[in-house]
T-cell receptor
Framework: AQTVTQSQPEMSVQEAETVTLSCTYDTSESDYYLFWYKQPPSRQMILVIRQEAYKQQNATENRFSVNFQKAAKSFSLKISDSQLGDAAMYFCAHTKYAGNMLTFGGGTRLMVKP | DSGVTQTPKHLITATGQRVTLRCSPRSGDLSVYWYQQSLDQGLQFLIQYYNGEERAKGNILERFSAQQFPDLHSELNLSSLELGDSALYFC??????????????FGPGTRLTVT
């Protein structure tokens, strides 16, 4: 079974600074997909960024980027120029293949200090 | 706005009762997933439907059931409710196959409180 681990229950960052959230996963598959979801206080789950395991290039979406280390089964999220609106729970998730269920990590609460 | 809608937003009911949660996927999405988010269990996959048929089951209790209708909306039925069923229930949808079919988009959730 796939497992996803987020070892940082809480993180804080100063506004305009950079923060990195960690995620490790365990899978026996060679092809799979990884995601970061953001859950603000509204509780809506928002897809932030996705990474296809077969792609060596790290995904980027504006201020959000990932560091995907396939051999180490590590998938960290870097948020640059942090904004107050980035404060939320962040969940790392994995799926074996397209159309398959998501397995989530336990989440990291990110606080942004003004 | 993800394009996935869920009703109702909030539901308060008593133990032993039965409730139905409704989900409408994004236009064109064939796959619907149900997830439960509780304080002690985190986010867990319950069940998936694809074009009207059950595709996969996760940690779904026997007291819970779901279906997907011809218009692709889905309903999650929870019966004989217990206090521990109090949670946020999410519906997500994806195109089901083809490019970017691995991306799931979540609805706003239904907050269920069992008293």
């Amino acid at each position: 079974a796939q497992t996803v681990t987020q070892s940082q229950p809480e993180m804080s960052v100063q506004e305009a600074e950079t923060v990195t959230l960690s995620c490790t996963y365990d899978t026996s598959e060679s092809d799979y997909y990884l995601f970061w979801y953001k859950q603000p206080p509204s509780r809506q789950m928002i897809l932030v960024i996705r990474q296809e395991a077969y792609k060596q290039q790290n995904a980027t979406e504006n201020r959000f980027s990932v560091n995907f280390q396939k051999a180490a089964k590590s998938f960290s999220l870097k948020i640059s120029d942090s904004q107050l609106g980035d404060a939320a729970m962040y969940f790392c998730a994995h799926t074996k293949y397209a159309g398959n269920m998501l397995t989530f990590g336990g989440g990291t609460r990110l606080m942004v200090k003004p | 706005d993800s394009g996935v809608t869920q009703t109702p937003k909030h539901l308060i009911t008593a133990t032993g009762q039965r409730v139905t949660l409704r989900c409408s996927p994004r236009s064109g999405d064939l796959s619907v997933y149900w997830y439960q988010q509780s304080l002690d269990q985190g986010l867990q996959f319950l069940i998936q439907y694809y074009n009207g048929e059950e595709r996969a089951k996760g940690n779904i209790l026997e007291r819970f059931s779901a279906q997907q209708f011809p218009d692709l909306h889905s309903e999650l039925n929870l019966s004989s409710l217990e206090l521990g069923d109090s949670a946020l229930y999410f519906c997500a949808s994806s195109v089901g196959k083809g490019e970017r079919s691995y991306e799931q988009y979540f609805g706003p959730g239904t907050r269920l409180t069992v008293t």
